[in-house]
């Protein structure tokens, strides 16, 4: 084991000394009301045809103390300890101890927490971080009588490379107070953040004000409701830069929102969001990009930022290393859309060739310099192997800074928030809602006005025929950018002829203008069944037709999909699942007109279960395209036998077939589990392909709770 040393700063620290009080009030073992740990030891090997055979080993320590001093004060405090090697890739090592005291009466909460965290890497520098916190609140909850919440923390980064590439301190501090005054409540909140990079020279700034009041009330005994919010928000920072060389500058940008997903126009339509992309969680998985799958990462600011750069951040311990070869292989297309949605995109750049940063597990990709609120980017080229699983994003502004100088570049934005809501019943049967929202935004070079509304109605008849109506629309004003609009209408019909038939037919259109010329208008059809036609037999059938007209680039395409699935208990040992789904679209411009090209996809699902110990379930699926590029048939057949199911042990087998055009690929899989006590539990898995070249993978686990 690594032993890394605490610098005479960060042994002064607040979370050190506090973490070395904690650490004197659990020597007392009378103090201590629950003691708990959990270890495990994970060894895997994987090698194959022509592959070199290599090993892996991972270690996992935690240990956790809790401890009730008094009804009103608690205390806690946990270690975790990881350290792994791998052939080819050395050792690396991470110890992260950290610890809180809670203490809660009935006049106020208050808390002291600490941590700090040391990682020995193999190719990297080594690295310690400290942080501390401490909050303190009201507690009481009175008419008339102001709450008050006050939160302070500071963190420090470094390593121990000389000199120093990391080596930052982060300050902030948040105060807030409420009050209730019956008719209304009012709430407002300050927080402000101080951060200096030394490395950089550089010291980033930022403070927030923000002001609500809300009132809620109902009137007519509960047949209507209002309510009404007004907010104001002012926030500002500043980013300092002292360069000591001439060398390009680096400001990070704030994303809003981030958003993910595989669309089946890349023009059109809003992806779904990703916040795992945007959490500062290096290590979890977020999204992956797959060969032949066009991956869209899409970006939303709060404001329009200027951005040049872009980090996709890889999973560093991920199966197959990404290398920089492989990221040779991507490439990327840019897109920007400046309507209030970020739904309708306009290509920037097409074909951009990203780089590796193997040091910090990134691929950064250069762009153009561009400002907006909505950006994109779309993976139009992949390396063969092995898929790029993505852990976080990160976007910034470069520009060129000139030594002995001081940048400064500062931002101020205000912003008014109004939302109203009413929400009527004239008779029980028919609920009547109104929605609107107004947002202005001033940041000094630009200023915007997004209005939102929304009104529905349904009417409950009886269940032969239950309407609803909706109406949206949305308007935005931008100083820099024509005015935009978008209206859609809805309406869908619902019915349940007898209890065991649901019915559903709908019809929708959404519009979308710039300066008052529509731009695009998408039309939508849609037909649905879902029927119980025995107690043990159920199915399901969706009918549905889009026309999409996208005026701009005089550009037309017409889809239509129908699906259906049906399930059976045979009997209480077997059950089976039957499903398709056939797809067929055109897309045709005044120059072109493409043939319609279908697709069909179906799948069966067989689950047998003779005895509580032995269980088999086999899955077999096909697809079939026409008229699409690179899209051949394919067949797959997987299974998966369970030869023993206890509550001690756990094994099973599966298999997997899949051919695609002319390649076939063939894997078996095992796994088995033991819980040998309540204490100790051991599980084992293996993999074998048996194509050319023939590759297999083991991993054993040992896992121990006490």
């Not at 037909?527 to 043990?536: E, G």
Request: charged letters at 15%.
């Amino acid at each position: 084991m690594t032993t890394t040393t605490l610098s005479a700063k960060t042994a002064r620290s607040p979370a050190a000394l506090l973490l070395l009080g904690i650490s004197a009030l659990t020597a007392n073992p009378a103090m201590a009301n629950s003691i708990g740990g959990n270890a495990g030891l994970n060894h895997g090997i994987s090698g194959g045809q022509g592959k070199e055979t290599l090993q892996r080993l991972s270690q996992r320590y935690s240990t956790t103390f809790s401890s009730e001093i008094t009804s009103a004060m608690q205390l806690g405090s946990s270690v975790n300890y990881n350290k792994n090697w791998g052939e080819g890739r050395g050792t690396s090592e991470s110890i992260s101890p950290n610890a809180n005291l809670n203490v809660r009466n009935d006049i106020f909460s208050a808390s002291l927490s600490a941590m700090t965290s040391s990682q020995v890497p193999n190719n990297s520098p080594n690295s310690a971080s400290t942080a501390w916190q401490t909050s303190w609140a009201s507690t009481w909850n009175k008419e008339f009588w102001p709450t008050i919440r006050i939160n302070y923390g500071e963190s420090e980064a470094t390593n121990d490379v000389n000199p120093k590439t990391s080596d930052s301190e982060q300050k902030n501090l948040a105060i807030g107070t409420s009050l209730d005054l019956l008719l209304a409540k009012i709430n407002y909140n300050y927080s402000q953040s101080n951060g200096i990079n030394n490395p950089d020279q550089s010291e980033n700034k930022s403070a927030n004000h923000t002001a609500s009041i809300k009132a809620n009330h109902s009137f007519w005994s509960g047949r209507m409701a209002v309510t009404f919010s007004q907010q104001y928000s002012e926030s500002s920072s500043e980013q300092i830069h002292r360069p000591t060389t001439n060398k390009m500058v680096e400001d990070a940008t704030q994303i809003a929102l981030t958003t993910a997903g595989i669309p089946q126009e890349v023009l059109s339509g809003e992806l779904q969001l990703e916040p795992a992309l945007s959490d500062n969680d290096f290590n979890t998985v977020a999204t992956t990009i797959s060969p032949d799958q066009k991956m869209n990462l899409g970006f939303k600011f709060s404001q329009k930022e200027d951005v040049n750069r872009i980090y996709l951040y890889v999973d560093p311990e991920a199966e197959i290393p990404l290398t920089s070869t492989n990221v040779a292989a991507l490439r990327f297309n840019l897109y920007s859309s400046t309507d209030e949605s970020g739904s309708l995109w306009t290509t920037v750049t097409p074909d951009l060739v990203p780089s590796y940063d193997p040091a910090n597990s990134r691929i950064i990709l250069d762009i153009p310099n561009i400002q907006g609120k909505y950006l994109k980017i779309v993976a139009v080229a992949w390396p063969a192997t092995p898929d790029i699983t993505l852990t976080e994003v990160q976007t910034s502004y470069r520009y060129a800074g000139s030594i002995n100088s001081i940048i400064s570049r500062k931002q101020r934005q205000i912003s008014h928030l109004t939302n109203l809501a009413i929400n009527t019943k004239i008779t029980d049967k028919i609920p009547i809602g109104y929605t609107l929202s107004l947002a202005k935004n001033n940041s000094g070079v630009n200023e915007s006005k997004n209005l939102r509304q929304a009104a529905n109605i349904k009417w409950n008849l009886h269940r032969y025929c239950q309407p609803s109506f909706s109406v949206n629309e949305s308007k935005s004003n931008d100083n820099d950018s024509p005015t935009t609009k978008s209206r859609s209408y809805s309406l869908q019909v619902n019915s349940s002829p007898i209890p065991s038939v649901d019915l559903a037919m709908g019809t929708s259109r959404f519009d979308t203008f710039t300066e008052g010329t529509l731009l695009a208008r998408n039309k939508r059809y849609s037909f649905s069944l879902a029927a119980a036609f025995y107690p043990d037999l159920n199915g399901s059938f969706s009918l549905s037709h889009s026309i999409y007209d996208y005026k701009q680039l005089n550009q037309y395409s017409s889809s239509w999909n129908a699906s259906a699935n049906l399930t059976s208990r045979l009997s209480s040992k077997l059950t089976t699942n039957l499903s398709i789904n056939h797809t067929k679209s055109k897309t045709a411009t005044p120059y072109t007109a493409s043939p319609y090209s279908e697709a069909t996809n179906s799948a069966i699902n067989v689950n047998i279960r003779p005895s509580d110990i032995l269980s088999l379930r086999v899955s077999a699926s096909t697809s079939w395209a026409d008229g699409q590029e690179n899209a051949p048939i394919s067949h797959q057949i997987s299974g998966t036998l369970a030869l023993i199911r206890t509550a001690k042990t756990q094994l099973s087998t599966g298999f997997s077939y899949t051919k695609k055009d002319t390649a076939d690929k063939k894997s078996i899989r095992a796994s088995w589990g033991w819980t040998l006590s309540r204490f100790f539990s051991l599980r084992t898995n293996g993999n074998f392909t048996l194509d050319e070249p023939r590759l297999w993978n083991i991993n054993s686990q040992l896992s121990s709770r006490f």
